[in-house]
């Protein structure tokens, strides 16, 4: 029989100390508040800068609503979502790629800069999702292979063609570009770390076992949104001047 329960989390209650689930109704309110707060701005932009924000918006709300089926998963099965997760990063890291591309266009920026970028992000989550999902077993020969790919996405946007277009583009557009490397350099970083919590490997010795969603939903709080208000703020500042 087909389950047409839509609100697994109003079915039981809800237990104070837990807080896994906590951060997936958290992350989904603050999710769905970002994206209205990106789109209802996109009228006082012009055309260049409309674009930029829109993504930001496109970003949060695909999030949020992988977040309302994520804390639902939860709800039901006490299980993490990984799949979820999974399709959510797809989709939204690649346009966080997208985001670096628009910014840098007005420096000059080829397309083969995105496609890069993409493809290095969807080596990065593909084997991510087969260490967490797929063949657990050798989870840290997948995050290793991960992890480059994340290396060198940190390696393209600090020193690399990403980091000379920003320079040649200066002012708002360089300090934009500095603190979205910050983001990819210290928010990403969570993210191995909490594929480390929740998966066995040499590393469990050491770090121990912890709630891997607990890990991803504060970093996606903190990159989804905060990566978005740079974005926001930045065209902000490039209206005025
Ligand atoms: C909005 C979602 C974002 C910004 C997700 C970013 C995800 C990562 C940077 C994940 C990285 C991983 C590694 C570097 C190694 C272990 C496997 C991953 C996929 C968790």
Known sequence: MTNFMLFPSLMREMLPTDYVGFTFFVGCMAMMAASAFFFLSLNQFDKKWRTSVLVSGLITFIAAVHYFYMKEYWAEFSKSPTFFRYVDWILTVPLMCVEFYLILKVAGAKQGLLWK????????LVTGYFGEAVDPTNAWIWGLVSGIAYFVIVYEIWLGEASKLAAAAGGNVLAAHKILC????????????????????????????GSVDVAYNIADAINKIGFGLVIYSLAVKSQKD
């Not at 910050?182 to 993210?191: E, T």
């Open 117 to 124: 970028m993409i493809f290095l992000s969807l080596v990065m």
């Open 182 to 209: 910050w983001f990819v350099l210290v928010g990403w970083a969570i993210y191995p770390l909490g594929y480390m919590l929740g998966t066995d490997g040499w590393y469990t010795s050491i770090l121990g076992k």
